[in-house]
């Protein structure tokens, strides 16, 4: 089946620090990636879209400054936590959907972002 | 905002069937209902999906009502290992954007 891999699981940064989180499909082509994140007791939480090869879409009340998403290769997106402060902890989440007709989503397995 | 209402949360006895509903009284022509399911600290795993017509694989099944108004993941034997929450959710396969609610938290006892 797909596989989604994301990098690193678990990652410790200090506050104003910047954080790359990288997110790859390892099977298959991704033409569209997307970012979530997901706070203790909740749920999953839309962030952006990413196109390879075009700018990300952003969710409404999301700040692409802080948030930004590369998405260089049919294989590779990347968030990065720009200045990142304690509320930025999170679990982040990445999912990954091919170009092949009528296949779902594939999720990466989280990296839980710590910041003191 | 989620399309899906899921009842908050289930028990099930090991070895019994699982059935999870849910409500999406407002699909569109075009939305298919999938299901997911998050056991904690892991991403989302993709269980089954379907449009209208009912679906199996070596997971679970799903029925869809005839008016699409509703569905049921039904897990036909479940294991401890089945413990999670399960995310019903209705997208249209074109956009590919998945808008998750609270889902159902499954807890299969022994």
């Known amino acids: 089946g797909a596989v989604v891999s994301q990098h690193p699981s678990r990652v410790i940064c200090k506050s104003g620090t910047s954080v790359k989180i990288e997110c790859r499909s390892l099977d298959f082509q991704a033409t569209t990636m997307f970012w979530y994140r997901q706070f203790p007791k909740q749920s999953l939480m839309l962030m952006a879209t990413?196109?390879?090869?075009?700018?990300?879409?952003?969710e409404q009340g999301v700040e692409k400054d802080k948030f930004l998403i590369n998405h260089a290769s049919l294989t590779l997106s990347t968030l990065t936590v720009t200045s990142a402060h304690p509320e930025d902890s999170s679990f982040y989440i990445c999912?990954?959907?091919?170009?092949?007709?009528?296949?779902?989503?594939?999720f990466g397995n989280g990296t839980r972002l710590t910041v003191t | 905002d989620a399309k899906t209402t899921q009842p908050t949360s289930m028990d099930c006895a090991e070895g019994r069937a699982a059935n999870l509903p849910c409500n999406h009284s407002t699909i569109s022509g075009n939305e298919y209902v999938y299901w997911y399911r998050q056991i904690h600290s892991q991403g989302p795993q993709y269980i089954i999906h379907?449009?209208?017509n009912n679906e199996t694989n070596e997971m679970a099944s799903l029925i869809i009502t005839e008016d699409r108004k509703s569905s049921t993941l039904i897990l036909p034997h479940a294991t401890l290992r089945d413990t999670a929450v399960y995310y019903c959710i209705v997208s249209s396969y074109n956009t590919g954007k998945l808008i998750f609610g609270q889902g159902t938290t499954l807890q299969v006892k022994p």
């Open positions: 990413s196109n390879e090869g075009s700018k990300a879409t952003y």
């Open positions: 379907g449009l209208k």
């Open positions: 999912s990954a959907q091919s170009s092949g007709a009528n296949s779902p989503l594939h």
